[in-house]
């Protein structure tokens, strides 16, 4: 997906259950999730070449602070997620 290129990143680690793998920390413009606009997020790129964050059909996981705005609904039997802003939240 070509997300680090013209993007400034330093190396750092990430682990897990499965171990530690490298990965290329910085910042993207902005990060959008429920019409709730987070502004020059801190994020972290995993370069790892195996597990689950190395398959071509994850993009990604999103961290516990871009949740904070939401009380997160899973609805496991029809594989579907809400994001209801909080009442404190601003959009």
Do not use: W
């Not at 330093?10 to 709730?36: I, S």
């Not at 790892?48 to 190395?54: A, D, E, F």
Request: charged fraction near 15%; aromatic fraction near 10%; proline fraction near 7%.
């Amino acid at each position: 997906m070509k997300l680090l290129e013209g993007r400034t990143t330093q190396k750092t680690l990430m682990g897990g259950v499965g171990g530690m793998v490298t990965a290329a920390t910085g910042t993207v413009d902005y990060f959008e999730l429920a019409g709730h606009r987070f502004d020059k997020p801190r994020v972290t790129f995993s370069q790892s070449k195996v597990g689950p964050l190395s398959t071509p059909f994850l993009a990604g996981n999103i961290g516990q602070d871009l949740l904070l705005p939401f009380t997160v609904v899973l609805d496991y039997t029809h594989y579907r997620i809400a994001f209801v802003p909080l009442p404190s939240s601003s959009q």
